[in-house]
């Protein structure tokens, strides 16, 4: 039966995860799911017999491995994966230390990546199977003074991802990248968003666009993250899901936005970008 399907979510104790692990298990699915904390899974979701929680630390290959194991051991198969943790540093480019990147690039796109190279396999075994990689808008449109970092980790998940959806569809493995837009969930508040340790006074436009965030936008998202869960069920539900996946309200401006400027910026220097052509 499609509800006897296997769920695996990685950053599944708060935000968006939480959202789908709940309604999963209300829908009937097994599910396992994984934070660096398991008691906050066991505390949110309690005793069921469906659901697998998990340590992991998606930073740690071999823990990584250990893990899908054990949920391979548990369920004996893995149908949905769901690329979910990651973290949102806030901070300009020249401000943000070496460390504060790599860490942000190690969770959000090395950790999706060793995520994937212990799933992947089960799943060409199984010659079917469904990834779901969970981005951003800002994956799309980049233009957020503080946001850059943040911003280039999606970037780079879009990247692979497209490359991926190529690399598995041989094996009846479908991929789909999701842009989700604002919904409210703790991404913003201050044990999710990291600021910069070491701030820049002279970057006052960077400063407004984070307190924007964190103080404005923080609690007053427009999308509501259970709505989101039932979105990801119906997707792994179709015959052909599409690759890209402009999730919420809010998520369609963004990208028509970027649209433009691109065209804009194509149609604008045309003559000059053509000029490189060798002449005969």
């Not at 690759?243 to 400027?261: D, N, Q, T």
Request: net charge negative.
């Amino acid at each position: 039966m499609d509800t006897k399907k296997v769920w695996f979510i990685t950053g599944a104790s708060k935000g968006l995860g939480l959202s789908f692990v709940r309604e999963l298990l209300s829908e009937g699915y097994l599910v396992a799911a994984t934070s660096r904390n398991k008691q906050a899974l066991v505390d949110s979701i309690g005793d069921h017999e469906n659901f697998l929680p998990l340590t992991m630390d998606v930073t740690g290959d071999e823990d990584v491995k250990q893990t899908v194991g054990k949920v391979i051991e548990r369920f004996g198969r893995i149908d949905v994966m769901v690329n979910n943790a990651g973290y949102s540093q806030i901070g300009t480019v020249e401000e943000l230390s070496d460390e504060e990147v790599r860490r942000n690039f190690d969770v959000n796109v090395f950790g999706a990546l060793n995520v994937i190279r212990h799933v992947a396999p089960h799943l060409r075994q199984q010659q079917s199977g469904h990834i779901f990689n969970i981005a951003s808008i800002g994956g799309i449109a980049g233009d957020f003074p503080a946001f850059g970092i943040y911003c280039s980790t999606k970037f780079a998940m879009a990247g692979f991802t497209e490359a991926l959806a190529e690399e598995m569809k041989p094996f009846g493995i479908h991929t789909t990248l999701i842009y989700p837009a604002y919904f409210r969930t703790n991404f913003l508040e201050k044990d999710s968003a990291m600021l910069p340790a070491n701030p820049i006074a002279a970057y006052a436009n960077a400063r407004e666009v984070e307190a924007a965030h964190v103080n404005d936008i923080n609690g007053n998202q427009p999308n509501d993250p259970e709505k989101a869960a039932k979105v990801l069920i119906e997707l792994s539900k179709q015959e052909n899901p599409p690759v890209h996946f402009f999730m919420g309200v809010g998520a369609e401006e963004f990208v028509r936005g970027k649209i433009k400027v691109v065209e804009q910026a194509l149609e604008e220097n045309r003559e000059l970008a053509i000029s490189t052509a060798i002449s005969e």
